[in-house]
Every structure is written in structure tokens, then in C-alpha cells.
């Protein structure tokens, strides 16, 4: 990652800006980690012993309905309102998108990678692509892993897929999972992969491949009809609120969730549930074609954010994908998604930061159903 106070080209005058994606590959893959401790074990955790301990799933009695969780908080005006802005809404409009990501185009991609928090070290966001994976046979959740391919199956295979957006005139890649809505066209995904981070630049060329896995689309190409973010990541690029949601066309008169389901959704949730990241990391030693998975016990931000942090070294392509409490509690490969692959470290490759899902993320969910 390019260091802090130098510019590159695609970032912005403030305290964060994005880097190329070759500097980020230097980041975080030859930069000898440091991994913090994790969290103390507590209903749902995992145990602090290794990558070989069993994953103990969050009492079914602390997980949340499919929308928000007991842990929420009464929204009261007055509040922000989102920052949004249409991508595609004419025939015309969505079959240009269609074809503008061609597979040259999807392979030559760059990972959308933000920059430093203030004076910490400085952080490179991740993004990515997806497996159909092998049949799971019950709904036992996959053993703790700080990254392998995830071969369990269930709704995780489905739901989860390869987002590509434009941002001033460069190809993106990021991960995104439909979530649970009235409106059965919404999916996540971290703010940076959506907008810039300060001022008003949107994502263009917004499409969502879901289940990808090896240059197949299973689910097909939905294109984005509306993307939204918080104010805090679009105003001020705060990795505290970097978390957008995308609103998708329908295909053949049906909507997304239609046709690959959704995983649920929960906000204001105890920090010491285990957690379980999904992504597509391209960045070496992976390479974006296959659906990759994380599972631990989560750490806080040793720099004080109030991210989640899990020993976890998936790369640049990952940003956007899930982390899902209760795994397996809702059927196979199916849970609540209470945070999003946002960011790592410079020097902490191995350790990868979630945003988490506290109000202002909860707003911005029920005020993106109404756009």
C-alpha cells in the first residue's frame, strides 16, 4: 500500500484516499503480520485455541428475526438521509451495463482499496468471487479457518457473489450478499466499493454476480438500479460507516431473492458471537474465482475503531463480503449478517476489519428499501 501522505492518483485531498491495487497487493502479501489477540470467549465464540477447535454457534435464543435484532434501538427523527444515486433504470441502460463487463473486462478488474485512518496505520479495504460449492448435508457450520475455499454449500453459495462497479473511470472488484427485504432486490456491501469516500463521486457500471465460481454465473448478471451509503463514509470516508447497500433490477420479472434467497440481517449485536467472513479475494495467493471463507472469534480494532476484527488473510477482492453470526442456525450456509469486509491493516495482513452494524447502519438499511 502506498504510504500515508503520498498520493496516487485516485484518491482525494482528505484524511483517506484509494490506492493502486499493486500496492496493495505489497501490503498485504509480503508484510509479516500481526495478529491481535481475540476476544474473550463468551456465548457464541470461538474458542481462543486455533484453527482446529470447533465453532460453537451463538445461542439460538440471542439471534435476531430476519430484519433487526433485540439489541435495536427505537430510529427517531431527526436523522441523515442516505446518500444515493440511480446507476440503471432503462432497458436500454441495463443492457449496456450487461455488456460492458465482458469476461476480459470482469479479469482485468482492479480491487477498490481505501487508504489511512488519521495516524494509525494505514488501512487497504478488500474485495472479490464465489463457489457453488459441494451439497451440505445438515446445517453444522465449516470449522474455524483463517482462509480456504468454502465447500460446504447451502444458502452461503447462493447468496453471496461478485460485485463490479466503475469509479472514476477505473473497473472495480468487490463482494456483495443479498440480504432480507420487503422489496426482494437489496444486497450489502462496504461503502468504498459504491462511492469514493468524500464528496459525490458514485459508482458506476454497478452489476452483481451471484454464486460465481470459476468464470460461471450461475444466477446470471443483475444489474443496479440504485446504490445508497451512509453520509459518514460518503462526507468523511469513516471506516466506522462503510457499509452501502445496492437496489437491483428485476430479470424476467423476478426479483434477486427470488432466485437465490437471501441471508438475514442484524444490527446492534453483541460482539463476541463468532463470526463467519465470506468474500472473493483475487490478490495472490488467491485469484477471484473461487468463494473464500474466514471463521473466528472476533478481536476489536487494537486502534480503536469500533470494527470487528478477525484473524482472517483474505486479499483484495474480498471487501463488501459478509460476516454472518449463527451460521447454520437458519439452514445450510444460511445466518444474520451483522458486518461487512471493510478493511486490514498495513503490517496485519492477517487480521481483517468489519464494519459494524450499529445504528447508522440499521438506518440506512430500512431508508434503502424506500429508494
Same mark, same amino acid.
Given at each position: 500500500m502506498a504510504e500515508r501522505g503520498r498520493g496516487d492518483g485516485l484518491g482525494t485531498p482528505r484524511r483517506r484516499r484509494w490506492v493502486a491495487a499493486a500496492a496493495v497487493a505489497a501490503a498485504l502479501c509480503s508484510v509479516a503480520p500481526t495478529v491481535p489477540t481475540l476476544a474473550a470467549a463468551a456465548a457464541g465464540d470461538l474458542p481462543a485455541g486455533g484453527a482446529t477447535e470447533a465453532v460453537p454457534p451463538a445461542p439460538f435464543s440471542d439471534l435476531p428475526g430476519p430484519f433487526a435484532g433485540p439489541y435495536s434501538e427505537p430510529l427517531g427523527r431527526p436523522y441523515a438521509?442516505?446518500?444515493?444515486?440511480?446507476?440503471?433504470?432503462?432497458?436500454?441502460e441495463q443492457s449496456r451495463i450487461e455488456r460492458y463487463w465482458s469476461a476480459d473486462r470482469r479479469a482485468r478488474a482492479q480491487t477498490a482499496d481505501a487508504a489511512e485512518r488519521g495516524d494509525r496505520p494505514a488501512p487497504s479495504a478488500l474485495e472479490g468471487a464465489?463457489?457453488?460449492?459441494?451439497?451440505?448435508? %445438515?446445517?453444522?457450520?465449516?470449522?474455524?479457518?483463517? $482462509?480456504?475455499?468454502?465447500?460446504y454449500g447451502g444458502l452461503a453459495t447462493k447468496t453471496v457473489g461478485r460485485l463490479f462497479t466503475t469509479l472514476r473511470g477505473v473497473d472495480y472488484a468487490c463482494s456483495a450478499t443479498v440480504v432480507s427485504s420487503p422489496g426482494r432486490d437489496l444486497a450489502v456491501t462496504?461503502?468504498?466499493?459504491?462511492?469514493?469516500?468524500? $464528496? %459525490?463521486?458514485?459508482?458506476?457500471?454497478?452489476?452483481?454476480?451471484?454464486?460465481?465460481? #470459476? $468464470?460461471?454465473?450461475?444466477y446470471g448478471l443483475w444489474t443496479a438500479?440504485?446504490?445508497?451509503?451512509?453520509?459518514?463514509?460518503?462526507? *468523511?470516508? *469513516?471506516? *466506522?460507516? %462503510?457499509?452501502?447497500?445496492?437496489?437491483?433490477?428485476?430479470?424476467? $420479472?423476478?426479483?434477486? #431473492? %427470488?432466485?437465490v434467497g437471501a441471508q438475514r440481517i442484524a444490527f446492534n449485536q453483541p460482539r463476541t458471537f463468532a463470526q463467519y467472513a465470506f468474500g472473493y479475494p483475487r490478490l495472490a495467493p488467491y485469484d477471484g474465482n473461487r468463494l473464500v471463507y474466514c471463521a473466528g472469534a472476533p478481536s476489536p480494532d487494537p486502534y480503536g475503531t469500533v470494527s470487528l476484527g478477525l484473524n482472517c488473510d483474505m486479499t483484495g477482492g474480498a471487501s463488501g463480503g459478509p460476516l454472518i453470526i449463527g451460521l447454520g442456525r437458519a439452514g445450510p450456509g444460511a445466518g444474520w449478517v451483522d458486518s461487512v469486509v471493510s478493511y486490514a491493516y498495513v503490517g496485519e495482513s492477517q487480521t481483517i476489519y468489519g464494519t459494524y452494524f450499529g445504528r447508522a447502519i440499521e438506518l440506512l438499511y430500512y431508508q434503502a428499501m424506500e429508494l
Open positions: 438521509e442516505p446518500m444515493s444515486a440511480p446507476v440503471a433504470a432503462s432497458p436500454y464465489a463457489t457453488a460449492g459441494e451439497a451440505q448435508r %445438515d446445517a453444522t457450520p465449516p470449522p474455524p479457518s483463517t $482462509g480456504a475455499p468454502y465447500v462496504a461503502g468504498h466499493c459504491l462511492h469514493q469516500g468524500t $464528496g %459525490d463521486q458514485f459508482a458506476t457500471n454497478v452489476v452483481f454476480m451471484p454464486g460465481y465460481s #470459476e $468464470g460461471r454465473m450461475p438500479r440504485r446504490i445508497t451509503v451512509t453520509p459518514g463514509w460518503g462526507l *468523511d470516508g *469513516d471506516f *466506522d460507516y %462503510d457499509t452501502g447497500f445496492v437496489l437491483f433490477n428485476a430479470r424476467g $420479472g423476478r426479483h434477486v #431473492e %427470488d432466485v
